[in-house]
């Protein structure tokens, strides 16, 4: 008996179907009019069919099908579909998209009329938008991980969670303008047929005054950000003003300032003076000592070491100069300004928003609640700068300078410059004063070995310039002298080293007693003396014997 035949296409596989049951079971979909897939091997499924809006650029691989694979491969075991996502398949057809129809139509001659009116449908897409504001925010677009609707209601949600404020200034930046965004609210039923840049325009023309939303929920998001850029600019400020009006180190430091100024100026149209401009201190450098090596700071360095420690202190008690010397109050001044134009802003935003139409808005409630707080945090930082501008003022006339002329950073940029130049003559000094104490040791290292030097030689003076005249108590003394130091003795080492010691040792005993009887009583030429002495001692021995 002949096995039965295939089922024919639309047909039900064996068993018998159910009844009322559909035609083709899920696990072999089937196109119309293709047969049934044939059973895959190892467990396999047919792969997912993808149908890309636009043709993509194609790989070109040498594929394995499911007859190319074993039980144990790699291949067989792999899962990629977890990896799936719309997001990603959007990126990849606004980076991988072809370009141009002439392309396409090499790639495949077959379906190149299709590929023509897919080109013209692009064309015809854009219906409100113009080409580089519609290529711009599709670039912006492929970024996001987000359907269109999401991103509209985390917008109406102001949900801080996934919003961002990255996020929030692209779409003020390429958000199409409002007249835009109305005419493509109007083309909404026509959504499926636009272009995905006007799809988004579609979805996002429907919330309320978007950009006016936008802007307040930047600023929301920014705000905590520009309290911790204002607050530590005024409270360096602040502490600097109260550091440099308070501090006695500085205070005693400008004293002897303005006394060593007045003395070196005696006599000339500066002399007598009551006091000097804060910005003087960095120019106390430029007047310099003579001989070059020192110039007026560094002298005033030295004498509070020496004489006056405490006032060394001053650079620790002026500790927030140089963070007040990077403030410029005109921007802190704009800053704050622009902060009080936003908070306006939103609250006339919230008096003029109508409505909320969709249960997802809650912009007026969440915006609301932020603009109180933001008001009170904004009056804070408002008494704070008023309080450092009083200060300011007054640390002005404290230093008789004009707070309107001298801005805040310049005076300050004057005090931290001049902190740090001190220290650093202070470094100069100590290196200078370790420098002058090595030369004078080293002098007197090399004074001392002259002295000893001299003696030396003074002494073999002596010993060779015996007088003729002396009697014979002072020769032999000189003698026995040279015999017992070694003198007589000194030369050049011969090559037998063997029982030195022992030798030398018998030598000068045999030569003492011998020289002692051996000595005439009295020398009468200094020719017959000098000799003798400097006789090496092997010819002494032999007139000894």
């Not at 050049?492 to 000595?519: F, I, M």
Request: neutral net charge.
């Amino acid at each position: 008996m002949l096995p039965p035949p295939p089922p024919l296409p639309g047909g039900l596989p064996p068993p018998p179907p159910f009844p009322g049951g559909p035609g083709i079971p899920p696990p072999l979909p089937v196109g119309f009019g293709v047969p049934a897939a044939p059973v895959l091997p190892f467990g396999l499924i047919p792969k997912k069919v993808y149908k890309p809006e636009v043709q993509l650029r194609r790989p070109n691989w040498s594929k394995f099908v499911a007859e190319d694979l074993s039980q144990d491969c790699f291949w067989t075991k792999v899962k990629e579909d977890r990896f799936e996502n719309n997001d990603l398949f959007a990126k990849l057809t606004l980076t991988f998209s072809a370009q141009t129809k002439t392309s396409v139509a090499k790639k495949d001659q077959e379906g190149g009329e299709e590929k023509k009116s897919v080109q013209k449908k692009k064309v015809k897409e854009l219906k409100v938008l113009d080409s580089k504001t519609a290529q711009n925010l599709s670039i912006f677009l492929g970024s996001f991980r987000m359907p269109y609707q999401e991103i509209k209601n985390v917008i109406l949600e102001v949900n801080e969670a996934v919003l961002t404020e990255s996020m929030i200034q692209n779409l003020i930046k390429q958000m199409p303008e409002p007249e835009q965004l109305k005419m493509l609210s109007e083309l909404k039923d026509e959504y499926d047929d636009l272009a995905e840049s006007e799809q988004f325009g579609v979805v996002m023309g429907a919330v309320p005054r978007l950009r006016p939303r936008l802007n307040a929920i930047l600023f929301k998001l920014q705000f905590g950000e520009q309290v911790e850029n204002i607050k530590p600019e005024i409270v360096s400020v602040t502490a600097a003003c109260e550091e440099t009006r308070k501090s006695e180190s500085f205070a005693s430091l400008l004293e002897l300032t303005l006394l060593v100024g007045n003395y070196m100026n005696a006599g000339s149209r500066n002399a007598g003076a009551f006091g000097f401009s804060i910005s003087f201190l960095c120019k106390l450098r430029d007047t310099k000592s003579t001989d070059q090596k020192m110039t007026l700071l560094h002298f005033l360095a030295e004498l509070c070491e020496n004489d006056h420690p405490d006032v060394l202190r001053f650079p620790e008690e002026l500790a927030h100069v140089e963070k007040a010397s990077r403030v410029s109050a005109e921007n802190l001044q704009k800053n704050l300004d622009q902060m009080k134009k936003q908070i306006a802003d939103v609250e006339r935003d919230i008096q003029n928003f109508p409505a909320a139409t969709d249960e997802k808005d809650k912009f007026v409630e969440k915006m609301t609640s932020f603009v109180k707080d933001a008001q009170e945090q904004y009056n804070k930082l408002r008494l704070m700068h008023s309080n450092m501008e009083t200060l300011y003022k007054e640390l002005g006339e404290y230093f008789l300078f004009d707070p309107k002329k001298v801005a805040v950073e310049e005076f300050f940029m004057d005090l931290h410059n001049f902190k740090n130049m001190f220290v650093q003559a202070v470094k100069e000094n100590q290196k200078r004063r370790e420098t002058e104490e090595k030369m004078r040791r080293a002098k007197l290292a090399k004074e001392k070995a002259e002295k000893e030097r001299l003696e030396k030689q003074q002494k073999r003076e002596q010993l060779i310039d015996m007088n003729a005249e002396g009697d014979e108590t002072g020769v032999m003394d000189s003698l026995l002298e040279a015999l017992q130091s070694g003198a007589a003795f000194r030369r050049k080492r011969g090559p037998r080293q063997a029982n030195k010691k022992v030798a030398c040792a018998v030598t000068l005993e045999g030569l003492k007693d011998d020289a002692l009887a051996s000595v005439p009583a009295k020398i009468s030429r200094k020719s017959e003396q000098v000799p003798t002495i400097l006789e090496e001692p092997k010819e002494l021995l032999g007139r000894a014997s």
